[in-house]
C-alpha cells in the first residue's frame, strides 16, 4: 500500500502542492529502508540463533561487570543469547558468522536514508518562494470510526526535514561507528537489526503528520531503546535497566495518551494541520483546557526526553552499548520530547502557564543534573547527566517560545553529544582491549582508571576536546550560538513584550520564573563546563592509571571508529553557523530561524505578543559576554582545581564525604524513589493484591465453591465449609435426576405438548 | 378418506404413547414405540395420497430405521435381562444422580 502515491485530501482540493512530483515523493521510503535493514538484520539474527555456538566464553574468566554492578552471570551457549562481548566482558574474539554481511546492511540501508533525506532537501530548497504548507502524504485510512478520521500519513515541512537529515545524517555515523565497536560481539546481527528498528520509528515520529502516527513512533523508539539497554540482557542490571526505562516512560505515555483523548474531544481532529487550524479559534487563549492538554502532554516529554521527574531513567540506560547511547540516549529518541513540543507550538503559545512550567522543569533539570555531573566517576555516567542537563536547556529554549533556540540546541547537541559519547566509546574499547590482553577485570568506564590517554590515543584527544568546548559554550564552537540563543530568548522574554512574562504561575509573576531559569541556566552553563573540562583532564590527562601491563595495549580505535568521530567533531565545530546571531555575522544570519519560520513562526509570535523581539546591542552583548565569562571560568576553574597526578585508580580511592558523597549518590534520588514509590507498589501488591485479594478472597472463593480440600491442609482433612455451595447446588440439580427411563419419558412428553401448544395456541 | 386416516394414525400415536408411559415392561415400551413409529408411517402415506409420492418414499426409510432400531433395541434388552433377570424397568435406576 506503501507504493501507492496516493494524492492526499488537504492537497487534492488546494491544487498540487509544489513539492509533489520532487523527489518528496518517495518521502515514504526513508523510513522504509531501515525496516527493511531491521527485516535482514532480524532474519540473519534468529537464523544464527537456532545454531550451537562455541563453548561458553565466559565460562573462563568469571568477568565483572565494568560499571560495578553485578558480577557476570554465566553467558548463555547459543551464538546470539545477549551474553558475551560486553564492553567489558573478556572473551576469545569470534566474529559473527553474518558479520560482514550485516556490517554491508546495517549501515548501508542508514546511509541511503540519508542519501534520499538529503534529495528531499534539495528539492524543498529548490521550491521557487520556499514551501509554506506541508507536504503531506497519505497511504491509507488507519482508524476510520465515527467521527475519528486518522490516516496512515507522513508530514514533510522544515521542521520534520531537518529532525530526518539529523536522524539519518548521525544514525549513519553512529551504525559505521558501530561496525567497529561491536565487531566481536555475538549479537552483531541483533544489534543492528534493533538499531535499524529504532531508526525506522524514529523516523515515524518525525514524519507522522497527526499524533497517533507520531504516537506509534512514540511508542517504537521506546520498545527499541528498552530492547538495546537491556541488550546484555544475561546481566541482571542491564534488564533491570531496560525496565526500568520503559516503565518511567509509560507514566509520560499516559499524559501524552490523555492530551491526546482530550484534543480529539474539544477539536475533532488530530492532524498536525487541522488543530494548527482550529486551535487559536476554538481554545480559549490561557484557558484550563489548552493548559491541562499542554501539562498533559509535557508529562509525556518529560518522560521521554528525561526532565525531573522522569530523568531516572537515562542514566541507567547507559547499561547499553556505547554506540547506542550516543543514537538513542543523546542524539535522537530523549530529544522527542523537545520536537513534541516544537511540533505543537501552536498549542503551548497558547497556554503560557504551561509553558511556563515547562521553562521552570527545564532549567531545574539543567542545574540539578549538571550538579550530579560534577561528581560522576563513570565516563559514560558523566555524559548522561550532561545529556539530561542538557536537554533541560532545550526545554527552556521551547518552552519560552523560543522554539528554533530550542530546537537549534537539539541539532548542536546531537552533533557534538554523540561526538562525545562515540569518543567515549572508543576510550572505552582502548580499555577494554587492553584489559582483555593481561585478563584485568577492573572497571574500563571510570575515569579513576583512565588518565593520560592523550598519548596513546591522539585523534579521539582532540575531537573529545572539539565536543568539549561545544557543550562547554566556548565562543564559535556550535554549542556556544545555541545555548547562547536559549538562554538570550528566555532573558529577552522576560521582559514586558511577551504573554510568558504577563502570566502568572501558580501566582508567582511569569517575569520571575524567567529570570530564575535564566540564572539557573547560566549557573548550569558554568557547572557544565567544569564537569565537561573535569571528564578531560581525568581521561586524558595527567599520569596513566592503567597499570604497567595494560598501558602497552593502548591504542587507537580502528578507522570505522575514529572516521565518524572526525566527521561528528567538523559539524560540532562549525554546527553553529547554521544559526547565526544578527550580532556576529560570520555568514549567512539566521539560516535555521528563516528555514523553521512557516513551521513555528506563528506559536514564536503570539508568544511574543506579535511582534519579534528587538534587543538593543548593548543587552545582546552583555548577553554573549556573560556567556562567554561564564564558559571560560569553568574551564579554568576546574584547570586550576582538579589535579589529574594526584588521582589514583579506583580501587584504591577514598569514599566522598558531605555534599560530595551526596552527589556521588545522585542526591540519593533513587533511593528517595524506592521508598516512596517501588516499595510502596511492592508491599501493596504483595500484601493486599497478592494475599489479601488473590489467596484471600479469589482463592477462598474458589474453595468455598468448588474445593473441598485445602490444598496446603495435611492430606485427607477437610476444611469446614470445604465445597458448601458446591454441594447445595448439586444436590439440587441430582433431585432431577431420578434415573427412571418413565420420568424422563414423561418430561419429554410434557415438553412435547408444551412446545406444541406454543406453537398452536400462540 | 385423508380425515378418518389421520384420526385413525391420531389414535395409534396415542396408545403407543400412552403404553411407552404408563407401562414398565421394556418389551411393550418397545412395541408400543414401533407403534408410534407405524402411526406415523401411517400418516405419511395417508398423506401421498394427496400431495406425491415422497411420503411413500419416506416410509420406506422409516421401515429401515425402524429394523435397525429393533435390532438393537431388542439386542439391549437381553443384555439387560441377562444382566438383572428382569424386564421391568421400574428397578433399573443406574442414571440416578
Known sequence: ??????????????????????????????????????????????????????????????????????????????????????????????????????????????????????????????????????????????????DLRINAAFQLDQLSMLMMLIITGVGTLIHIFSVGYMQDDPGYPRYFAYLNLFVFFMLMLVLGANYPVLFVGWEGVGLCSYLLIGFWFSEKANADAGKKAFIVNRIGDFGLLIAMFMLFANLGTLDFVGIAAAAPSQLVFGGALVTAICLFMFLGCAGKSAQIPLYVWLPDAMAGPTPVSALIHAATMVTAGVYLVARSNFLFSLAPAAELTVVLVGALTAIFAATIGLKQWDIKKVLAYSTVSQLGYMFVGVGSGAYVAGVFHLMTHAFFKALLFLGSGSVIFAMHRAYHHTGNHDDAQDMRNMGGLKQYMRTTWILMWIATLAIAGVPFFSGFFSKDEILGGVFLRASEHSTLAQAHWLGIPGTAILYLSYALGLAAAFMTAVYMTRMMLYTFHGPNRTGERER????????????????????????????LPALIPLGPVGVLEHWLEPVVGEGALRVTNGAPIEATHSVEYALIGAAVVIAIAGIALAFARLKPDRLVPKAQSPEEHGFERVLANKYYVDEAYDKAVVQPVVATSRGLLWRGVDVGLIDGLTRLIVQSKDDDAAPGTTVPMGGLAARAVGWVGSQVQSGQVGTYAWVLVVGVLFVLGAFTFR | MLTESLFFSAVLFTIGVIGVLTRRNAIIIFMCVELMLNAVNLTFVAFAQVYGVAGQVFVFFVMTVAAAEAAVGLAIIIALFRHRQTVNLSNINLLKG
Open chain 1, 552 to 579: 602497552g595495549h593502548l591504542a587507537e580505535a580502528p578507522w570505522t571508529m575514529t572516521g565518524p568521530l572526525v566527521i561528528l567533531g567538523v559539524l560540532s565545530a562549525v554546527g553553529g553557523w547554521f544559526n
Open chain 1, 1 to 146: 500500500m506503501l507504493l501507492q502515491h496516493a494524492a492526499d485530501a488537504v492537497q487534492a482540493g488546494a491544487g498540487a502542492h509544489p513539492l509533489s512530483g520532487t523527489a518528496a515523493e518517495y518521502l515514504w521510503l526513508v523510513p522504509l529502508l531501515p525496516l527493511l535493514g531491521f527485516v535482514l538484520n532480524g532474519l540473519l539474527s534468529l537464523v544464527s540463533a537456532y545454531r550451537v555456538g562455541p563453548a561458553d566464553p565466559g565460562a573462563d574468566h568469571d568477568a565483572a561487570h565494568g560499571g560495578g554492578h553485578a558480577v557476570a552471570t554465566t553467558h548463555g551457549h547459543a551464538t546470539d543469547s545477549g551474553g558475551g562481548a560486553h564492553g567489558d566482558d573478556h572473551h576469545p574474539v569470534v566474529r559473527h558468522r553474518f558479520a560482514t554481511l550485516t556490517s554491508i546492511i546495517g549501515p548501508g540501508v542508514l546511509a541511503l536514508s540519508f542519501f534520499l533525506a538529503v534529495a528531499i532537501f534539495a528539492a524543498m530548497r529548490g521550491v521557487g518562494g520556499g514551501v509554506h504548507a506541508p507536504f503531506i502524504q497519505s497511504y491509507f485510512a488507519w482508524m476510520p470510526v465515527g
